[in-house]
């Protein structure tokens, strides 16, 4: 395991991707522009709300790390975007939730039914921007993601059994929810690279992908939120079961169990409740558990590059797991 | 114009496909199978709730009468079938509907979560489809239809404006809503048809898709209940403003234009309020304006046909004008 000092930030990633990613920006403006007053509405604020660029980040790493130039990159990449806003929308829009980075959600901002419909809208778009580009091959993974994607999102709403959810469970939720898109990314970047390059940087997508919703959720355990200086514990709040909690159940005596059980049945848990199961799983191991997992994951990820050509990409995509094991959100 | 005499039904016009269609639906089954436990559920669900297979019907009718043998046409037909699938569940999470058919609908019967995310299932579903028949151009069709639909929802969103909402707005709506994936389905039909044909299908299907949806929205103004014995005015209790009232609205008096404010700013109408305003619009001719424009555009409808060369298939799309003008749901 060789990853680099901490320290890595996502702008250093996209360093020498600047004008790359301002094409990618360019790109996505063109795509969604739209003459119909509410939808340009709704872009107008997507775009501003927009997000740090990680999926396109690692789309044109892998294209550059894997061989031949690629002239439709920057489209693929702002396609690749849009599917991860359209997946935005509608997650919000099924969580009912009014903020998302800081900023209030379609949901919140205009109704319920806007969001549901913007959704479908950005998804279809991605579509026929796709088939105007004349190949079926990014279809076909791009499509394949989504579907899983979709398959995820109904894992999550059965995730609410914790004594019931195993680790099992809990991976082929996080790999279809969160990692099938970052893999995609990583194999639509290599489609003109030989197909066991493609391979390589679709398995490291995913492998990576698996890493960054554990610490996703790990981060949910662990960070300090600005108001209250405790961790959030939204998950919790939620009903959610992630890592940290399957593990630790394992640990648990009967006293900790009651107070999971008791937390998952009440509808809105007080912040005494989530504080109170956050501390018992870290003293169980809960948190270490999963940290290490995440690390597990990158290290696995990492060896998947060596199969590729030494490169500065290569590079960059190695100091891409150190970014998603040390973020902070 | 040369329709032949009522009494046309979809199982007239579906009698020579009865094979054809049964293997669209074992398609149908094949494309959305899975073996994830709340999907079969979902899926199990919509496939009793399944609908009349026009857009189906339309297709390999299409195909049949622009010439050549297209073996994806079961399979797209399958595809098609889906789409609309997909956009009803989003229709009813949107609206909050709670009956489609006479059945609960997902919303209804699972959750608003459950609808929304199966809608993007469907969809995905039906892209990946395409993409594995391994042919760029009915994904080209068909996600610019889908694309369309999702403009045409948000249109509806805005149409509540009576006394702004013009007939070229209206036009704008059931065009995009409807017709778009009516003429989709009579397009991809004619895939391997000369350009022609496929041009002529196209426009074909826009204007029986037009037509039927002003045929939906006057039943709506005159279809009488099982339970009431009137009109369920089931538009105007949610403020939707369709054709009939947007041209009885130019012979309305200040009196009846009240009517209609007081109607759009209640927010639950009465039925006396619904009952009166559907026979002020009948008075001023707003029925028989929009029966007649149905009459007319479905007259534009038969004669493209013209252009196709004579044929059982043609003869049965003529017969697809009578059934939508003369349906009651």
Redesign the interface.
Known sequence: MTFRAAGITLAGLQASLRPRLDAVQGELRRIIRSD?G??AEVNGHLLQMQGKMFRPTLLLLSQEASGPGDERAETHAAVVELIHLATLV?DD??DHSVLRRGMPTINALFS???S??????L???A??EL??L???EP??VL??V??E???G???Q??AHEPLSYSEADYDLLIRSKTASLLSGACEVGALRAPPREREVLRRFGDLLGMAFQIVDDLLDYTEEEAVTGKPSGNDLREHKVTLPLIHALKHFGPEARREVRTLMATPEPSDEQIGQVVARVAEAGGLDYARERAHRLAARAEQELEALPASPARETLRDSLSYVLDRKR
């Open positions: 119909f509410l939808i509608h829009s099924v319920h039914q806007v549901v419909i913007m959704g479908d809208y998804y279809s778009r579509v026929v088939t105007r004349g190949e079926i279809l076909r499509s394949r989504t579907n994607m979709t398959v999102e109904m894992r709403l059965m």
